[in-house]
């Protein structure tokens, strides 16, 4: 029988290339737990200090309370697939014919411990966890757009925030509806909250009349 011997300058090899994999796995598993310092608020009794306000031609209607199929803590982006996440608010538009299947929902996420250095990295890999699990499919940082320090001020005094516009969104959260608008809004120390439009009707999100824009002001930390 055939014997295989090792030199010391092979073991060595095998010994480096063990620790060039065993570094970058434990380096990865650091950078996904990043986002867990958020925890899902999934009734009305909780709250984090956040102030809700039915705009005009706005009513609230009932929370669906599905459940939750929402599981950050384990992955950094996990694979899409069908989810239901509770409602913390929710404002039905009730002015024109165009917006009248507009629902406007809120979702929050209580701040547990970030600090100041940790927070928007943090912020931005729960938002992509939320973003693609309502989606029902995958989304990145380039699928957003930031939002001015300015308005963020104006609308709902929030630290930081993004945008994105989601196409035929599948999942149980945006059932029965082709168009989402997404909005995340964070505060250091407090949290997050998730806004969704979602409408059949193209006008409703983006027209300066539309249920989109009526419901800017729907919330304020």
């Known amino acids: 029988m055939m014997k295989t011997h090792f030199s010391g300058n092979f073991r060595y090899k095998i010994i480096l290339c063990l620790l060039l994999c065993i570094i970058p796995a434990k380096g990865f598993s650091e950078i996904i737990s990043f986002g867990t310092n958020f925890r899902h608020l999934q009734n009305t009794f909780e709250t984090m200090k956040v102030k809700f306000f039915v705009p005009d031609n706005f009513e609230c209607i009932a929370v669906p309370q599905k459940g939750t ?24 538009s009730t002015k024109s ?47 957003f757009s930031s939002i001015s320090k300015a308005e963020l001020t104006k609308t709902c005094k929030a630290d930081v925030g993004y945008i994105c516009y989601v196409a035929n969104p599948h999942s149980r959260f945006a059932s029965g509806y082709s168009q989402m608008m997404l909005e995340f809004y964070g505060k250091q120390g407090t949290g997050i909250v998730m806004r969704a439009t979602v409408s059949n009707t193209t006008k409703a999100l983006t027209s300066r009349s539309g249920a989109f824009m009526k419901a800017r002001g729907s919330f304020s930390f």
């Open 69 to 92: 199929e929402l599981y950050i803590k384990f992955a950094l982006r996990p694979k899409p697939k069908p989810s239901s996440m509770s409602t913390t608010r929710s404002f039905k």
């Open 97 to 143: 014919l165009s917006d009248e299947h507009t629902e406007v929902r809120h979702c929050l996420f209580l701040d547990t411990g970030t600090t100041t250095q940790s927070f928007n990295r943090e912020f931005i890999v729960f938002m992509l966890n939320c973003a693609s699990l309502v989606s029902g499919r995958e989304l990145t940082v380039a699928d």
